[in-house]
């Protein structure tokens, strides 16, 4: 099975970011990454591949321009006029802001004009950050493309992760949504329907909001239930879609401490509802901060309850393609995600 992996992950490597208004050392670090490389390197089923170069495109099908230009432009000007070498938000445009007025416009500084285009506080802009973005997003497509081409199953080892950017606003870890950007390159692409299946723990605010009115791409997340968990204010059951969409959004919510049992029943469940949808592509928007020892999350499933995940989706028989979003318990990450794709890596053998 390959694993599609890029060193330039590196360059996305803030310090702090701001966690319930304290600056901490950030989650989301380098070494979750190399942790699963390292990990993934101890089994010979998996076969390291590099990216492939997609442009902008693909992005720009996905996401607004004047995002995807900020993300690659505002770095020098905010480093000249701040002195910072990572740096985060101070007014972000809250939807009360200008009720019954006109829409706001961005700022002309590079600086305000962040929180024009970002929604939080976790997601710092650093030199690097572009350079991260754009690879995490060919990851992602190199690694979609090996599906095209025949593999049953293939694994974007992504960062930063992107779950959470919707079309015109970044936000929690994320700047450009690799699984969706992915699942529009299939769908657009190849004219067949595609399910995005995420199931980190936190809410894929960012994937449903772009197909949220879209009948060829399926979105399924199973989360924390945003009534306690981050995203807070998107995520619930009652979002179903809207429009064509309709019936193609299916929020799955836990409550707190849900174990391996309910998880993989609930799990099974909708893979009922993915398999009556008949996509051509299943894209596993793959967090394992659903780990009982997760520092950001309140579920409990355990690494033996990952390898039953990987089976259950695994029994769709259907092409996956599994890219990487959280799980921030960095002396776990490598074994659980090992754990949730050996199951695609034995059929890989079976083939052969
Ligand atoms: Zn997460």
């Known amino acids: 099975m390959d694993v599609v992996w890029t060193d330039l992950h590196r360059r996305q490597n803030p310090k702090m970011e701001i966690n319930l208004g304290q600056p901490i050392p950030t989650y989301e ?61 101070e007014a972000m445009l809250h939807v009360g802001l200008r009720e019954g007025m ?99 723990y936190h809410h894929g605010n960012g994937t449903q909001q772009i197909f949220y009115e879209r009948d060829d791409v399926q979105f399924v997340s199973l989360h924390g239930d945003p009534k306690r968990a981050y995203p807070w204010f998107i ?39 993915i398999a009556a949808f008949g996509p051509s592509m299943v894209i596993v928007s793959l967090g394992v901060d659903t780990y009982w020892n997760d520092p950001i999350s309140d579920l409990a499933l355990t690494t033996d309850g990952y390898r039953r995940c990987g089976e259950v989706v695994k029994q769709l028989g259907i092409p996956t393609l599994i890219l990487q979003e959280g799980g921030y318990d960095i002396e776990a990450i490598g074994r659980n995600v090992h754990a949730w794709i050996s199951p695609f890596a034995s059929s890989v053998l079976q083939w052969q």
């Open 29 to 89: 670090r380098p070494d979750r990454a190399e942790t699963i490389r390292q990990q993934l390197e101890t089994d010979e089923r998996f076969n390291f591949v590099g990216l492939t170069e997609h442009g902008r495109s693909p992005i720009e099908a996905v996401h607004a321009l004047g995002l995807i230009d900020y993300l690659e432009s505002a770095w020098p000007e905010i480093h000249r006029t701040t002195g910072r070498h990572e740096f985060a938000p």
């Open 235 to 273: 995520g619930h059951e009652d979002e179903v879609g809207a429009g064509k969409g309709r019936g193609y959004n299916i929020n799955v919510a836990f409550g707190p401490e849900a174990e391996d049992d309910e998880y993989v029943t609930r799990l099974a469940g909708v893979c009922e509802q």
């Open 102 to 200: 006109s829409a706001a416009r961005p700022p002309e500084g590079a600086a305000a004009a962040f929180g024009y285009w970002c929604y939080e506080t976790a997601t710092p802009l650093v030199e690097g950050t572009y350079i991260a973005s754009r690879a995490s997003v060919d990851v992602a497509l190199t690694a979609a493309e090996k599906i095209l081409a025949g593999a049953p199953s293939a694994y974007g080892l992504c960062r930063p992760p992107g779950h959470h950017a919707a079309a015109n606003v970044f936000g929690g870890f994320c700047y450009f949504n690799n699984a969706a950007i992915a699942a529009h390159h299939v769908a657009s692409t190849t004219g067949t329907k595609v399910t995005v299946l995420d199931v980190d």
